[in-house]
């Protein structure tokens, strides 16, 4: 099994001074019909953003709150020993790994990172290409105008739970066996976790500008998208975010931040994940779409108020690094 990571590296990071949010009319033009395809739920969303001009992407950053107490407080919530021994992942046999696979993304959203997760987790290499989503002319190739887009061995295939049941039927062509209950909470992931996630990360204007400082080192931007996505892109998310609480009738966003966390400790019952003493895919989905606010204010939050740091921790050990092949 991997080491697993530094977790303290995920949470006492520098703090950044970000200058208010302003501009937002002067950079509508510039924007408009080009982000919005970009959305954050762009593989399963049923929401119209039709009139929105900026992407409903998933942003994390590599910033700290604003205070160091809560960083150092996040970090050790997520530092618990293991409860028990944790069984080494088992990567695939060689000759049932793909021989050439090319994720297209966008970095920080939750359904690319639930793909990723199993390529971690499994130990298959993946070469990505971060989609850009202005000109989405990374994918122009594809009919399929959404990410994540995962090529095996030439074969294109899409949307992140029909991405995964594939993989995992090539890789484990003998387990033909359905789990009611790893089946019953992938399904709670993509219903209702994601949906949790957009109103907590955008709840306040500096929540949302901690949220898209992501962008100015992430993805394909020229130096004027990275400028406009960061602040007005702020802006309207925050104004988007309200839209989502409602449409999802969400009343106190961290609330349900927190049942959702504590929902998903309940479930495992006592074991080390829900598959026991391995994670199964509800596991690595869970994980994936938590992965990219672990360094924002919600998360840190998170932990802080809820059981799922134990959990978490054994994730990031069994997962271990990136299987992502250098550029």
């Known amino acids: 099994m991997r080491r697993p990571h530094n977790l303290y590296s995920h949470f006492l990071v520098a703090r950044r001074t970000v200058p208010p949010c302003s501009g937002i009319s002067s950079c509508r033009v510039a924007c408009e019909q080009k982000l919005v395809s970009s959305a954050l739920y762009s593989s399963a969303t049923a929401f119209d953003l039709n009139r929105w001009w900026l992407p409903l992407r998933f942003p994390f950053a590599s910033t700290a709150s604003n205070s160091i107490k809560a960083g150092v407080a996040g970090a050790v919530s997520f530092s618990f020993a293991l409860s028990t021994a944790v069984e080494a992942k088992e990567p695939p046999s060689p000759e049932l790994l793909p021989k050439d696979v090319v994720l297209y993304q966008y970095e920080a959203c939750p359904f690319c990172n639930k793909v990723k997760a199993f390529l ?104 004027t998208e990275r400028l406009t996505t960061k602040y007005a892109g702020a802006g309207v998310m ?65 932990v802080e108020n809820t059981n799922i740091g134990e959990w978490y921790q054994r994730m990031e050990a069994v997962v271990g690094d990136s299987s992502r092949l250098p550029a």
């Open 238 to 302: 925050y104004m988007v975010s309200k839209k989502l609480k409602k449409k999802y009738g969400i009343t106190d966003e961290r609330a349900a931040l927190y049942d959702a966390a504590q929902t998903w400790t309940q479930a495992i019952d006592g074991r080390d994940f829900l598959g026991g003493s391995r994670p199964n895919l509800a596991d690595l989905a869970v994980f994936g779409v938590l992965r990219p606010i672990r360094h924002l204010k919600a998360g840190r939050d998170m």
């Open 120 to 223: 971690d987790y499994h130990d298959i290499p993946y070469k990505v290409v971060e989609v850009n989503p202005f000109s989405k002319k990374e994918i122009k190739w594809s009919d399929y105008k959404k990410v994540p887009i995962l090529v095996v061995d030439g074969v294109q295939l899409v949307d992140s739970s029909d991405i995964i049941d594939k993989l995992s039927h090539r890789i484990h062509p003998k387990n033909s066996v359905v789990d009611e209950e790893e089946t019953k909470w992938r399904r709670w992931v993509d219903e209702h976790l994601v949906h949790v996630l957009s109103p907590n990360i955008y709840r306040t204007t500096s929540e949302a500008l901690e949220s898209f400082n992501y962008i100015t080192t992430h993805g394909n931007f020229s130096f």
